[in-house]
């Protein structure tokens, strides 16, 4: 890898001149830190949009072919902003190459999938980073340290509500329509309520056992910018409950669409206090996030992110925040040799997590494929 002086080159696949998740996210994350990171090139599904992408962004190099983006020497860092089923294939192109790679999350479509591309990384040695971007925001760093720290004692119970939203609510965009499919592999359980089980988990610790119940409640989906509907398979209903191997009982449930109040709320009980998290969507992976605490007879009250944990200089309120602080952990371990960007063995033990809610559940997506 480069030396600390010498921003990274990144190649990013999937990054649109119409917007979209890469623009917002990915770009302004990068190039909030020209220090740290230089975009060498971007590839896209086709040479038009490709050549569009790179004139709408100022970016030289665009092909439509990924492989030649990765084969570029000065291409340090692949980073994969597309739909979840070609994940796969162009994660290989960065395997294949040596070079490190940056994926969104969900990793793969499914378990086998994901557990492959974990398996691979592993066994060429390549630095490999998964997009679960909600573990380096400042206000959910800052929650993990506060259990850690003893906050609320010997944790006795949480529960979390919340809302998946647009599009699992009943009415969808054609362009959207597949994360209604379960066999895609980016669904309602997958993405927020994935992310947020992530992130449940990586503050309070793993199922010791759990049950779980999973359902589609809006079979039948309007498109809005056009004519007809179409059929959801994926489940837009999840409520998991169980013990964490530390001995807390846990309730967590997620439903499609918009909440009547409060997107997202989630309470951790202690044998010393307790904290509450609120935030205005169930995309947690964000950390657009409100703590609230108390200990013994204190009354509830607000508890500000301490300026320590802002890392780099992006709006706490936007998209790119979460990303961009992801990105630096990512810069650390690249040159400095740290550990701590989510990877893509991370991915895995979530994916294997959400294949063990399907299995309590006896979700049936797997006869159907």
Known sequence: MPATSTPLGVGIVGLSAKGGWAAISHLAALRAMPDRFVIKGLSASTADSAKAAGEAYGIGFASADPAELVARPDVDLMVVTVKVPHHAELVAHALGRGKAVYCEWPLGKDLEQAGAMAAGAQTRGVPAFAGLQGRSAPALRYLRDLIGQGYVGEVISSNVIGSGGFPWGGASMANMAYVLDDTTGATMLSIPFGHMIDLFTWVLGDFSRLHASLATGYRSVDLIDGEGAVEATAPDQVVVGGTLDGGAVVALQYRGGDAPAGAFRWEINGRKGDLIVEGDTGHLQYGHVRIQGRRGGEALGPLSVPTAYRLV?????????AVAHAYRAVHEDLVAGFSTAPTFADAFQTHRL??????????NRRSSQ
Do not use: K, N, Q
Not at 354 to 363: C, F, P, Q
């Open 313 to 321: 200089g992006t709006d706490p309120t936007g998209y790119s925040d």
């Open 354 to 363: 959400l294949d063990r809610i399907e299995r309590a559940a006896d979700w």
